[in-house]
């Protein structure tokens, strides 16, 4: 079990914008800006998306933007492309341990 | 432009140790503020931090593995290393090296991670 829940799936048409969801708790995402995002097509490395919760990597499309609010941190992707069909990862800095924690991934499917 | 990758045996036996040797071109890896981890994912399954170092030696690692782990650094060859002692199928996954560029002031992690290797099969089976 991951430490934190993202939806297993999401999906979306061409052209429209879906959001994916990232729940932790205060001990990670609620309490640090230390939220990145990652997509990962198959048999591929993950592709760092977003980081410290919503600045993007130079060469990552401006369609790709990130939020947070409370425990719960969100990736959202506007203006769908088949292109954008893959899995996405959120991750956290926790003050356990562990120091870096996953989400357990969310498949997006483009209709 | 930074590339990472990932070497070693794709098959190891019960109770062996896993080793993998990340190899860092494009970029020195003493250079900066930089932490240098491994992240694995099963098949089919979510990513997990395995621990990390940094540029001066020092490790992390996450502690459910922590007993088994070991990370290392050789800065002559540009070269981080993994070894995972007694393992079992459930250590089956795809090994991932990863680069967190640090803060470049205060030398913290920056806990992301901006460049990864290809990743490289393990497959733990007699």
């Known amino acids: 079990q991951s430490a934190l829940t993202q939806p297993a799936s999401v999906s979306g048409s061409p052209g429209q914008s879906i959001t994916i969801s990232c729940t932790g708790t205060s001990s990670d995402v609620g309490g640090y800006n230390y939220v990145s995002w990652y997509q990962q097509h198959p048999g591929k490395a993950p592709k760092l998306m977003i980081y410290?919760?919503?600045n993007r990597p130079s060469g990552v499309s401006n369609r790709f933007s990130g939020s947070k609010s409370g425990n719960t941190a969100s990736l959202t992707i506007s203006g769908l492309q088949a292109e954008d069909e893959a899995d996405y990862y959120c991750s956290s800095y926790t003050n356990s341990n562990t120091h870096v924690v996953f989400g357990g991934g969310t498949k997006l499917t483009v209709l | 432009q930074v590339q990472l990758q990932e070497s070693g045996p794709g098959l190891v036996k019960p109770s062996q140790t896993l080793s993998l040797t990340c190899t860092v071109s494009g970029g020195s890896i003493s250079s900066g503020s930089y932490y240098w981890s491994w992240i694995r994912q099963p098949a089919g399954k979510g990513l997990e931090w395995i621990g990390r170092?940094?540029?001066?030696?020092?490790?992390n690692y996450n502690p459910s593995l922590k007993s088994r782990v070991t990370i290392s650094v050789d800065t002559s060859k540009n070269q981080f290393s993994l070894k995972l002692s007694s393992v079992t199928a459930a250590d089956t996954a795809v090994y991932y090296c990863a680069r967190d560029p640090g803060h470049i002031l205060t030398g913290y992690p920056e806990y992301y991670f901006d460049y990864w290797g290809q990743g490289t099969l393990v497959t733990v089976s007699s």
């Open positions: 410290d919760v919503s």
């Open positions: 170092i940094y540029t001066s030696g020092s490790t």
